[in-house]
């Protein structure tokens, strides 16, 4: 589902399939980042006032003039940093040269920025509870650019060793989903504790039991509304997915009427690390099925060497055997072209759409939050031109 990259290219390189880490080099605005005086978590900061916020997802990004990267019309007027928000004006058609299939720019008050590298966000600020309703725990969704985070206990996971090496602030990102299990008042402020691994609601596979502190009023509580079927009355065996590995497209059909469409991120052809042509890292093509959803899922695998550790993937739809899934990808925007180690990438909006939709129904009642019904999947055809 990701790519095997060494350490430090995850962090030079973050979001590069399913997996890249979420691991950048520190940009000026984080230079005072210490963990060892930060115990609490950041308020949320002010946000650009633009509908849609553009996110950084990458460091040493350009920054240019124009709608374009050849560098014989030296475009470049900047760099930007790792998790910089700059207000999203329009999407336009640039001259995007060096074999990227992408050719969309972003512009931006400050200049133009490629797309695949700047996600879209909004600001949704939210009004947080000061206690668990009912008592008990509950799905949150971030509706923020970003939320800062504040570690708990003991440090397990090897995403959150590497931002303490590289002293990168640990932070969840607009469209990821987590469980909340603690509502504490600080200094006025309610605040969540997310379990990373949920105690088995949602995460388990692959979770490092962490706990982190955010700010409340980045998060919103998932209801059954966020959960339900869409289109409930239409027989599931006429819900069909369609996805186009050649033209990275992926549609849904209710008989013969398409009801939804999407561009996607399949798994690349080439290996990542010898940047030889293999098909070991390709999203399968054949008849397969929706067998598995979660609505969060820690993915992490490998080793130090060559591995990942991305916490807190949202919606999560199982399609094939070897983790394949259709799921929400916050960490680039290059969808449209072969990013990914197999899985099907697609923005974390309609990757909920996706989830909602497809069978089987997941409720948010406890131990419903993941299902497994092989009997009961949506047909998902998967087809690539072979030659």
């Known amino acids: 589902m990701k790519n095997y990259l060494s350490r430090r290219d995850f962090i030079k390189l973050a979001g590069l399939g399913l997996g890249a880490m979420a691991f ?28 849609i916020i553009g996110r950084v997802c990458e460091p ?7 709608p374009t990267n050849n560098p014989n019309q030296n475009s470049s007027i900047g760099k930007l940093g790792a998790d910089e928000l700059l207000e999203w004006n329009r999407e336009v058609l640039g001259n995007v040269i060096g074999g990227l299939p992408n050719q969309r720019y972003i512009e931006t008050p400050r200049g133009y920025v490629y797309g695949s590298v700047l996600q879209p966000t909004k600001n949704i600020p939210n009004t947080p509870v000061t206690e668990l309703p009912n008592g008990q725990g509950f799905w949150a969704e971030v509706t923020v650019p970003y939320v800062e985070l504040a570690h708990e206990g003991t440090v397990a996971s090897p995403w959150l060793q590497d931002h303490i090496n590289y002293n990168f602030p640990p932070r969840l990102y607009y469209g990821q989903t987590v469980w909340i299990d603690q509502v504490r008042t600080s200094n006025g402020f309610p605040e969540y504790r997310w379990n990373e691994d949920a105690n088995g609601r949602g995460y388990g596979y692959g ?9 409340g009023a980045g998060l919103k509580i998932l209801t059954d509304a966020d959960v ?22 992926l549609s849904c059909y209710e008989g013969a009427r398409e009801v939804y469409f999407c561009r996607i991120s399949s798994g690349k052809k080439y290996d990542p690390v010898t940047g030889l042509v293999t098909d070991a890292y390709a999203t399968p093509a054949g008849s397969l099925m929706t067998y598995w959803k979660i609505i969060s899922k820690n993915m992490t695998a490998g080793n130090e060497g060559t591995g990942y550790s991305t916490p807190a993937v949202p919606w999560c739809t199982f399609i094939a055997s070897g983790g394949v899934a259709i799921h929400g990808a916050f960490w680039h925007n290059a969808f449209g072209e072969r990013r990914s180690h197999g899985c099907v990438n697609v923005s974390p909006e309609d990757s909920k759409w996706i989830f909602r939709w497809t069978m089987p129904y997941v409720s948010l009642a406890a131990g419903e939050e993941r299902r497994e019904l ?14």
């Open 24 to 51: 950048t080099r520190v940009s000026a605005s984080d230079i005072d980042y210490r963990w060892d005086v930060f115990s609490q978590p950041r308020r949320l900061p002010q946000f650009p006032g633009s509908a």
């Open 60 to 66: 040493d990004v350009d920054l240019r003039n124009r």
């Open 207 to 215: 979770g490092y039991g962490e706990f982190y502190w955010a700010d």
């Open 228 to 249: 339900s079927t869409i289109n409930p009355d239409v027989d599931p065996n006429e819900k069909t997915i369609s996805i186009d590995l050649d033209y990275q497209t």
């Open 374 to 387: 092989p009997d009961h999947g949506t047909l998902v055809s998967s087809t690539e031109t072979q030659f």
